[in-house]
């Protein structure tokens, strides 16, 4: 039986891509993957996270689906996030998926429901809160979504200079907003501009 797990990272962050990540094992091989040190990404260092990912591919197949700053600017993020699912789940047709809940749990069977009907077949479909930390396999989509997110911001800060996390919480992050505002520097490709952090600074820009 083919078990996948999918998690994302970068969800709430004004920065850079949402990264779906897959992972996908054959049953009975959970136990390889606690013996590489997996759980759940966020309770891992970025150095362990790295180490596990080069070693993920010797247990399963790991996957995953960039949603661009420019697609959540024009778009609806659950229903780009779903449609990234969607064709991780109809690319490796697994018995089994298991993912973090998506939205608030009370929306937890509706969604299901969606996903179900979109990619047909005989899958169960298992989706909760805390995923990533249950079960391995959601952990191992969890380093592989994280991992690869990291990358890509490493690489727009060797060109755009350190902005901190992307989230918008981060005061570094808010900063280099700030500076570019304040600069009148174009908004870079991969800054999300919708959200209620740049609006903030443009209108603060607007009005100094």
Request: net charge neutral; aromatic share 4%.
């Amino acid at each position: 039986m083919k078990i996948l797990g999918i998690d994302e990272a970068g969800r709430g962050c004004v920065l850079g891509a949402l990264v779906v990540g897959a992972y996908l094992i054959e049953a009975g091989q959970e136990a390889r993957l606690k013996a590489l040190g997996v759980n759940d990404s966020k309770k891992l260092s970025k150095k362990k996270r790295e180490t596990i990912r080069a070693q993920l591919g010797s247990v399963g197949t790991a996957d995953e689906r960039l949603i661009s700053a420019h697609a959540i600017d024009g778009g609806n993020l659950n229903t780009l996030e779903e449609t990234a699912i969607i064709d991780l789940v109809r690319t490796h047709r697994p018995d089994r998926v298991i993912l973090d809940a998506l939205g608030h749990p009370s929306t937890i069977p509706r969604t299901i429901e969606r996903l179900r009907e979109a990619v047909g077949g005989d899958i169960d479909w298992q989706m909760m809160p805390k995923a990533d930390a249950l079960f391995v396999v959601v952990g191992a989509a969890s380093i592989v979504a994280k991992t690869t997110r990291d990358g890509r911001l490493l690489e727009q800060q060797e060109s755009w200079g350190a902005f901190g996390s992307g989230y918008p919480s981060d005061p570094k992050t808010r900063a280099w907003l700030q500076a570019l505002a304040r600069d009148g520097v174009p908004w870079p490709p991969f800054v999300r501009t919708r959200w209620g952090t740049v609006r903030d600074i443009e209108a603060q820009q607007g009005n100094s």
